[in-house]
């Protein structure tokens, strides 16, 4: 097929998707990586955030919340190997409201240290990330 990509989305466990697709946008750790046909081979660091996807096969757009992990693109194919992925469908956005507060109201003490303090900001990133997402691509 001509001006489609083949994409996969693993992560330890399991297989998440696999298809032929018409772009991919990763959240990489310095910023959103569009990936669109004849793209020219990278690797890169996924960060946290929405995985899009556009389906070819008239499946529309599929959305992922993803953590950690890297991106290929080579020959065609991207392979996203995510630390863990989980379909948007799958969020709940009242738990996810819940872990947004319970991280929020559990700040790193006065005087702990920088990475104490990035720790618990990336993690309230995150899981505001999930949140947004559980609301609704």
């Known amino acids: 097929m001509a001006g489609v990509l083949q ?8 297989k998440v998707f696999e298809g032929p697709v018409r772009s991919v946008v990763v959240p990489a750790v310095d910023g959103q990586l569009g990936i669109l046909p004849r793209h020219a ?5 996924i960060g946290y955030g929405e995985l899009r996807i556009d389906a070819a096969e008239g499946a529309g757009a599929l959305h992922f919340f993803v953590e950690g992990g890297f991106v290929q693109v080579l020959g065609g194919r991207v392979s996203v190997l995510a ?24 700040r790193p003490a006065s005087g ?12 309230l990133g995150a899981a505001r990330s999930r949140l ?5 691509p």
């Open 83 to 106: 630390a863990n992925a989980v379909p948007a469908a799958e969020l709940d956005a009242s738990a996810e409201e819940e872990a947004v507060r319970a991280i929020a109201s559990a």
């Open 7 to 14: 994409c996969t989305v693993t992560t330890p466990e399991k």
């Open 41 to 45: 081979p990278l690797i890169g660091l």
């Open 132 to 136: 947004r997402l559980a609301k609704g």
């Open 112 to 123: 702990s240290g920088w990475e104490e303090r990035e720790a618990h900001a990336r993690s």
